[in-house]
């Protein structure tokens, strides 16, 4: 291996993570494998090449894998995480984890992660605002939780493992890609690595670079940024006192000279705090051991042990391509926005791209769906980029507020919501992530665009299912839940539509009403009724990525148009 090396360099840091310290966190190396390509000596032919093996691109060729379509990814090292610097991400939502259970890994995650719902926030000692998530109708009826901190590194290792499970999907470590040109028939990628230069054609390459990635000015995109001068030191630690299993956040925290201080439990008994420097804050002085030290000891006392397993620091900003899509290149992640971590809404998002896009890019190379459905992926997620980039920035401004009314106002806010409840509502510490909705796809009637939380239902045999089973088994197909008796001629349109068109319907009883279709479950709390945002005697048509396309009422041509255009088809040459 060490005469494979010469001439390639290893993975640079980049975000400041040069100035890292501590015991560090023991990573997975995957060896490095002679791609065909230099074997034969000419350029190799690929449907999908996804570029970066980070959480986005790894959760995009684990679905691909899981809808049967072959792909290639390609990383530039050979680990998962980043070496000295791998904790990063560690809040995952409750719609990452209904995604997670949808590829297989959410139990790996559940025995490895932390679960928790009571967030409490401070300013000083007094505790100004606090809530329960497992109380809200946004995440009550999953079952999934609605948050679980885990170290990222173990969701991108347990990926790998279910990619290699499922096969089909290529992971070539130690492939950096440092060329891109495109045409209208495909993409050409120049790679380098330890063996040697080579060349890959691919129909659809997929950018999941990260915040710095270089396909960017490769393929000319703009990007609409802003830099901040807030800047943090991330401190993963563990020690002798165990705080409860709690988010907890202080906005002024006396330990830290009353800037803004997060505190989360990880997986392995590590707990991620976050404190807030000053804005001309030195990222190498703030990251060093012993600064590190005094800061926990106020926060924790000085009796308390503690070993600090990683340490880091970074500045935010955000960024947001102006489109996610540029000819058979797509964007998603960190490549395609950069947020804020408040709320949760960085590496979360990036899983969400993944989810979108698979289903999509399954659908078309399958033969199920025209080409034209690709394009709903930007309309989409970059609504979505650009929802979680404005509700980040105003929770960066409430924490680091210009002087002027938004510091008037942060002042007022906290200090009235010491002593009167209306005012903790405006509070704000980060909104905490849920499911975006899609107000502007083209591929979603007015009823539609809205997720559907994976709830337990009834089969015929009275055992319990989940919605990601009936997704399962639809098998990259539209799914078509009709609840109560549509009558027999609609029925018999069911048939037809079901023999026709890319779908598998489902009819939802109640709890004594007689099935009228084979293919039938049982939903006697309504929990599947109400996931679908339907009442009564409805339909509702939900995509492989558990969002709902269209709904309605009767089983008409209005229908027959609904699947149209869930698959992209309205207005496209059949």
């Known amino acids: 291996?060490?005469?494979?090396?010469?001439?390639?360099?290893?993975?640079?840091?980049?975000?400041?993570?040069?100035?890292?310290?501590?015991?560090?966190?023991?990573?997975?190396?995957?060896?490095?494998?002679?791609?065909?390509?230099?074997?034969?000596?000419?350029?190799?032919?690929?449907?999908?090449?996804?570029?970066?093996?980070?959480?986005?691109?790894?959760?995009?060729?684990?679905?691909?894998?899981?809808?049967?379509?072959?792909?290639?990814?390609?990383?530039?090292?050979?680990?998962?995480?980043?070496?000295?610097?791998?904790?990063?991400?560690?809040?995952?939502?409750?719609?990452?984890?209904?995604?997670?259970?949808?590829?297989?890994?959410?139990?790996?995650?559940?025995?490895?992660?932390?679960?928790?719902?009571?967030?409490?926030?401070?300013?000083?000692?007094?505790?100004?605002?606090?809530?329960?998530?497992?109380?809200?109708?946004?995440?009550?009826?999953?079952?999934?939780?609605?948050?679980?901190?885990?170290?990222?590194?173990?969701?991108?290792?347990?990926?790998?493992?279910?990619?290699?499970?499922?096969?089909?999907?290529?992971?070539?470590?130690?492939?950096?890609?440092?060329?891109?040109?495109?045409?209208?028939?495909?993409?050409?990628?120049?790679?380098?690595?330890?063996?040697?230069?080579?060349?890959?054609?691919?129909?659809?390459?997929?950018d999941a670079t990260g915040s710095r990635s270089p396909f960017r000015q490769w393929a000319g995109a703009s990007v609409t940024a802003r830099k901040g001068d807030d800047r943090w030191c991330i401190a993963d630690v563990r020690f002798s006192k165990h705080p409860p299993v709690e988010r907890h956040t202080w906005i002024e925290a006396p330990f830290n000279e009353n800037r803004a201080v997060w505190q989360h439990l990880m997986g392995d008994e590590v707990w991620r705090i976050d404190y807030q420097m000053a804005p001309n804050a030195d990222p190498e002085e703030v990251s060093r051991e012993e600064v590190v030290r005094e800061r926990l000891r106020r926060q924790f006392g000085k009796d308390c042990e503690v070993e600090i397993v990683w340490v880091g620091p970074y500045a935010y900003r955000s960024e947001c391509?102006?489109?996610?899509r540029h000819g058979r290149l797509f964007f998603m992640g960190d490549a395609a926005k950069v947020v804020s971590p408040f709320g949760a809404r960085g590496g979360n998002t990036g899983v969400a791209d993944a989810d979108n896009l698979a289903w999509k890019l399954a659908a078309v190379l399958q033969g199920r769906a025209p080409a034209s459905l690709l394009d709903s992926f930007h309309e989409e997620r970059h609504e979505a980029a650009q929802q979680n980039v404005l509700v980040t920035n105003r929770t960066a401004r409430f924490l680091r507020p210009a002087d002027g009314i938004e510091k008037v106002f942060r002042t007022a806010a906290v200090?009235?919501?010491?002593?009167?409840?209306?005012?903790?509502?405006?509070?704000?510490?980060?909104?905490?992530?849920?499911?975006?909705?899609?107000?502007?796809?083209?591929?979603?009637?007015?009823?539609?665009?809205?997720?559907?939380?994976?709830?337990?239902?009834?089969?015929?045999?009275?055992?319990?299912?989940?919605?990601?089973?009936?997704?399962?088994?639809?098998?990259?197909r539209l799914l078509l839940l009709v609840f109560g008796d549509p009558g027999r001629a609609g029925l018999a349109r069911l048939r037809d539509l079901v023999q026709a068109a890319p779908l598998r319907c489902v009819q939802?009883?109640?709890?004594?009403?007689?099935?009228?279709?084979?293919?039938?479950?049982?939903?006697?709390?309504?929990?599947?009724?109400?996931?679908?945002?339907?009442?009564?005697?409805?339909?509702?048509?939900?995509?492989?990525?558990?969002?709902?396309?269209?709904?309605?009422?009767?089983?008409?041509?209005?229908?027959?148009?609904?699947?149209?255009?869930?698959?992209?088809?309205?207005?496209?040459?059949q």
């Open 1 to 206: 291996m060490d005469e494979l090396r010469t001439g390639y360099a290893d993975t640079s840091f980049s975000n400041g993570y040069e100035f890292t310290q501590g015991t560090g966190y023991q990573l997975p190396e995957y060896p490095f494998e002679t791609p065909a390509e230099l074997k034969d000596g000419r350029p190799g032919e690929h449907r999908i090449a996804i570029v970066g093996g980070g959480l986005a691109g790894l959760t995009l060729a684990c679905a691909l894998a899981r809808y049967g379509v072959q792909a290639v990814l390609l990383d530039e090292d050979n680990t998962v995480g980043v070496k000295g610097a791998s904790s990063r991400g560690i809040c995952y939502t409750q719609k990452s984890l209904e995604i997670f259970h949808r590829l297989g890994i959410y139990e790996r995650i559940a025995r490895k992660g932390i679960q928790w719902s009571v967030g409490r926030t401070f300013a000083g000692h007094d505790e100004v605002y606090s809530f329960d998530l497992r109380q809200q109708s946004a995440y009550n009826l999953s079952t999934q939780p609605p948050f679980i901190n885990i170290q990222q590194f173990y969701i991108e290792g347990y990926l790998v493992e279910r990619i290699r499970e499922l096969g089909g999907v290529e992971l070539r470590w130690q492939n950096r890609v440092t060329g891109f040109e495109q045409d209208a028939a495909g993409a050409t990628l120049s790679v380098s690595t330890p063996a040697g230069d080579y060349k890959l054609r691919a129909e659809h390459v997929i």
């Open 321 to 324: 391509i102006d489109a996610m």
């Open 415 to 476: 200090g009235l919501a010491r002593q009167y409840p209306f005012a903790r509502q405006l509070v704000n510490t980060g909104r905490m992530a849920i499911a975006n909705p899609y107000t502007r796809s083209s591929v979603c009637e007015k009823g539609g665009g809205q997720s559907v939380q994976n709830v337990s239902f009834l089969w015929p045999d009275g055992s319990r299912g989940v919605v990601n089973d009936l997704l399962q088994w639809a098998d990259g």
């Open 508 to 573: 939802v009883l109640g709890p004594n009403d007689r099935p009228g279709a084979l293919e039938h479950v049982r939903d006697p709390e309504g929990h599947l009724q109400g996931a679908c945002h339907v009442f009564g005697h409805a339909w509702a048509l939900v995509r492989p990525d558990s969002y709902v396309a269209a709904t309605g009422e009767s089983v008409d041509a209005g229908l027959v148009q609904a699947v149209a255009r869930a698959m992209g088809a309205h207005g496209a040459d």
